[in-house]
């Protein structure tokens, strides 16, 4: 990173803590009355609540300081997938596997989803439920909603659809707590992943992702279900790669994709044999044992779609297959 790109994140922060402090409170921001006049007008929630909650929001300026450097997008595979894959983790996956089996199975057969995958991901997300976040989450969704940076559009349609949630369900929106971005409960979902793909798994009549391990692990497994996760493949495969390959790859986010018959004419060896995948993602990654060359498969891609970076797939493919291997 040179000087002056580093000066220059350095002064978007600025101005960014500038515009909040210059707000006493989120219902002071300009856009707040337009706010509350779409929930009131098109949701149905009650005026005077959503100024007293606007009122009463604080802040948060961990919210901002964690958003900018994300562990998964800055750290290496080699610095990242240690913080999950290590025996205490494996271990703890085991025992969440073992209390849980019975849901997670009926979890992999319904939606297909393999319940060492589920297992994995909530591991990943919340330390197999243990640690759900400490952000309260309408301050973390209102703080970077109320910004001028330049993913405020899609915080603002979260805070919105977090508030429709706190209406729908009866909830104190400060009662609720998660991550400095904003996501929620065991599976750390969005408030609009929670709207679309949460599910009612124990059939209560409530979707309760935030204490209910039932709910949670129905939701996860929906979630990689409605992203087209196919049971009958694979997820990643180990490959060599000659000297002489010209095929871009994947470091840190799913951006290039090809046929798995065009990486082997370029020089790929894929070390197991599958089948022919139209598409499929090469991808280079920075490991405990220097550089390795994978290949994403679809279902890798789905994996990816819970949470954009290379290296949090793959790390959750790793604890996976230890968890996998130690039952």
């Not at 515009?19 to 337009?34: G, M, R, V």
């Amino acid at each position: 990173m040179t000087v002056s790109f580093r000066i220059f994140c350095c002064l978007i922060v600025l101005s960014f803590f500038s515009t909040l402090l210059s707000a006493q409170s989120f219902y002071e921001h300009p856009k707040a009355k337009s706010v509350i006049k779409e929930l009131v007008e098109d949701h149905g929630l009650n005026e005077e609540k959503l100024i007293q909650w606007l009122k009463k929001g604080q802040y948060s300026q961990s919210t901002v300081k964690n958003l900018a450097k994300p562990a998964e997008k800055t750290k290496t595979l080699k610095e990242y997938a240690p913080l999950f894959v290590e025996p205490n983790s494996i271990k703890n996956g085991i025992e969440f596997y073992k209390t849980n089996e019975a849901a997670l199975l009926r979890a992999q057969e319904k939606f297909g989803v393999p319940a060492t995958i589920i297992t994995a991901i909530i591991g990943i997300e919340t330390r197999y439920g243990n640690y759900t976040g400490k952000s309260i989450t309408f301050n973390a969704l209102g703080t970077t909603a109320f910004s001028d940076q330049s993913r405020n559009e899609f915080f603002m349609r979260e805070f919105k659809a977090f508030l429709q949630i706190c209406h729908e369900q009866n909830l104190d929106p400060f009662e609720l707590k998660g991550s400095y971005a904003g996501a929620m409960g065991i599976g750390q979902f969005m408030p609009t992943s929670y709207q679309v793909y949460a599910v009612d798994f124990n059939d209560d009549g409530k979707i309760n992702i935030w204490t209910d391990l039932e709910d949670a692990i129905g939701s996860v497994a929906n979630y990689l279900k409605a992203h087209k996760w196919d049971a009958s493949d694979d997820i990643v495969l180990r490959a060599t790669v000659a000297q002489n390959s010209k095929s871009e790859v994947n470091r840190a986010t799913i951006k290039v994709a090809t046929s798995l018959d065009h990486l082997l004419v370029d020089g790929w060896e894929v070390k197991q044999s599958t089948k022919s995948f139209e598409k499929v993602y090469p991808i280079r990654l920075d490991g405990e044992h220097g550089v390795e060359y994978w290949v994403g498969l679809p279902n890798f891609r789905v994996i990816t779609r819970y949470n954009h970076s290379v290296r949090y797939a793959m790390t959750v493919f790793l604890l996976h297959q230890k968890i996998l291997e130690s039952l």
